[in-house]
Nanobody, 120 residues
Framework: QVQLVESGGGLVQAGGSLRLSCAAS????????MGWYRQAQGKQRELVAR???????NYANSVKGRFTISRVNAKNTVYLQMNSLKPEDTAVYYC??????????????WGQGTQVTVSS
């Protein structure tokens, strides 16, 4: 069975940091591009970061310079380090596998999401 499980969400103050983790099983993790999406209340889902199987990264302009996506293939885990958090970063964050930059909302498998709330 394929499973993507996010963790690390929570409540933080503006300017703070949080690290999200996504542990994958049931896929050949090392050959999958992985991504983090987020969906804020009343807003559409957006891709915030993606890391290819080879380690190249892509970021939404809104998070560039503040967020860092990384992966540890030996742990089948992808991370999202979130620094200098802003209230507008508040959203449910979803991990996805098989994320493509040329296909909107792409993902082969999805996690259940983890809530990130940034207070002002």
């Amino acid at each position: 069975q394929v499973q993507l499980v996010e963790s690390g969400g929570g409540l933080v103050q503006a300017g703070g940091s949080l690290r999200l983790s996504c542990a994958a099983s049931g896929i050949i993790f090392s050959i999958n591009a992985m991504g983090w999406y987020r969906q804020a209340q009343g807003k559409q889902r957006e891709l915030v970061a993606r890391i290819s199987a080879g380690g190249s990264t892509n970021y939404a302009n809104s998070v560039k310079g503040r967020f860092t996506i990384s992966r540890v293939n030996a742990k089948n885990t992808v991370y999202l380090q979130m620094n200098s958090l802003k209230p507008e970063d508040t959203a449910v964050y979803y991990c996805a596998s098989g994320v493509r930059t040329d296909v909107a909302q792409s993902g082969d498998y999805w996690g259940q999401g983890t809530q990130v709330t940034v207070s002002s």
